[in-house]
């Protein structure tokens, strides 16, 4: 257990729906940061937010969207889906910049979405 | 900016043979170098890491050094074994964020 939970495990839903996807952060973490991992683009970033403030963007959507609640955890919402939606999404944590220059990241498990 | 390139895969081995698997960054300045793994079915995992020059990182028989001259972190060991089959991602911590290679997918056969 890394630490970083992330529910749901698993997702399915229909072209053009909306869905929230949730992450807890290690405990002392203050940044999250949102992956998208499909077969074709690999590894690709999404968003940070750092004690509750957006601090980096991706390539993230514009029918993505996310936001860091007081007590730190994280959701990210996915409207209008399509079949290409269809991936892994993860959920990352770390201290603080200088924390992560030492230690990285550390991920959860991921939420595996797929787009019918 | 920022980027890290590795060595493409898929790449397949027998068992206890010596594995590399290249990477290398282009940054300003000299980041905190990572290796990440990824075994079927689970996030990503801190393999090992190097925060200065001439650190080697190493974790589980795996090896890593940061070579400021050439720019490169490369992941090496010995002797691989079949639970060694994953994704192996390099990744450099520079500008505030950590940035990932592509990913090589490791298979390794009996």
């Known amino acids: 257990d890394s630490g970083v939970t992330q529910t749901p495990k698993h997702l399915i839903t229909a072209t053009g729906q909306r869905v929230t996807l949730r992450c807890s952060p290690r405990s002392g973490d203050l940044s999250v940061y949102w992956y998208q991992q499909s077969l074709d683009q690999g590894l690709q970033f999404l968003i940070q937010y750092y004690n509750g403030e957006e601090r980096a963007k991706g390539n993230i959507l514009e029918r993505f969207s996310a936001q860091q609640f007081p007590d730190l955890h994280s959701e990210l919402n996915l409207s209008s889906l399509e079949l290409g939606d269809s991936a892994l999404y993860f959920c990352?944590?770390?201290?603080?910049?200088?924390?992560?220059?030492?230690?990285?990241?550390?991920f959860g498990s991921g939420t595996r979405l797929t787009v019918v | 900016g920022d980027s890290v390139t590795q060595m493409e895969g898929p790449v397949t081995l027998s068992e206890e043979a010596f594995l590399t698997i290249n990477c290398t960054y282009t940054a300003t300045g000299y980041p905190s170098l990572f290796w990440y793994v990824q075994y079927p079915g689970e996030g990503l995992q801190l393999l090992l890491k190097?925060?200065?020059?001439?650190d080697k990182g190493s974790n589980k028989g795996f090896e890593a050094t940061y070579r400021k001259e050439t720019t490169s972190f490369h992941l090496e060991k010995g002797s691989v074994q079949v639970s060694d089959s994953a994704v192996y991602f390099c990744a450099n911590f520079g500008n505030e964020k950590l940035t990932f290679g592509t990913g090589t997918r490791l298979t390794i056969i009996p």
């Open positions: 990352a944590s770390s201290v603080d910049q200088t924390g992560t220059a030492i230690y990285g990241y550390t």
């Open positions: 190097a925060t200065k020059a001439d």
